[in-house]
């Protein structure tokens, strides 16, 4: 068990271009959590999975964004066209059960920089 | 709609000092309430919850917090601050019938030696 991990840790990126992350969870944890933490800020949700199934998405998700779980196990998310305001820490986390009982397990972010 | 306060964006205390980091929720309904730490460009930590059963609970690194029904809050303590404590801490409620957590905003924890 090596935690959750996200890649990449650092992400430079000019503005209108698309980027991908990637959060692979705990094995064993089948629900997966997407949060969004600005400067200055606690992390906000965006979406969350269980399985395969993305069972519910904030507004923050913009039509720019989309996520997935395709096998269940690691997910990815996208942000098409980025803007300056998207820069923030994207964090991902991973529960075996119903986390906001039990907490989650969060990786160590991917910090997006949009210049 | 606001669901979690924490007053001090940024507490300094002593090495060795009582540290208080406080916490208040809005709900009218009881929420689950936990304390997260992150460390400089690191994830979130899980130190401590509160669900049901005992208000005062215990969590790693030798802090504990108290839920006070009467007065919304859930204040973060140790006895004794440590170097290592210097950190972000983030107070966040959830609900059983809900899938994500409400964050505040943070507070930033320096001890000085």
């Known amino acids: 068990d090596t935690g959750v991990s996200q890649d990449p840790r650092h992400k430079i990126t000019k503005r209108g271009q698309n980027v991908t992350f990637r959060c692979d969870p705990i094995?064993?944890?089948?629900?997966l959590y997407w949060y969004r933490q600005t400067l200055g800020q606690g992390p906000e949700f965006l979406t969350y999975f269980q399985n395969e199934a993305q069972l519910e998405k904030s507004r923050l998700l913009s039509d720019r964004f989309s996520a997935e779980r395709p096998k269940g196990s690691f997910s990815t998310l996208e942000i098409q066209r980025t803007e300056q305001g998207d820069s923030a820490m994207y964090l991902c986390?991973?529960?075996?059960?119903?986390?906001?009982?039990?907490?989650?397990?969060f990786g160590s972010g991917t910090r997006l920089t949009v210049v | 709609a606001q669901s979690v306060t924490q007053l001090g964006s940024h507490v300094s205390v002593s090495e060795g000092a009582l540290v208080l980091l406080r916490c208040n929720y809005s709900s009218s309904v009881p929420p689950y309430l936990f304390w997260y730490v992150q460390y400089p460009n690191q994830g979130l930590q899980l130190l401590l919850k509160y669900t049901t059963g005992a208000t005062l609970v215990k969590g790693i690194n030798g802090f504990e917090a108290e839920f006070k029904k009467s007065e919304t809050s859930f204040h973060l303590t140790k006895p004794s601050a440590h170097m290592s404590d210097a950190a972000e801490y983030f107070c966040a409620v959830s609900w059983f019938d809900g899938n994500q957590f409400y964050f505040g905003t943070g507070t930033s924890l320096t001890v000085i030696p």
């Open positions: 986390a991973s529960s075996q059960g119903q986390g906001t009982y039990y907490g989650y397990t």
């Open positions: 094995s064993e944890h089948n629900r």
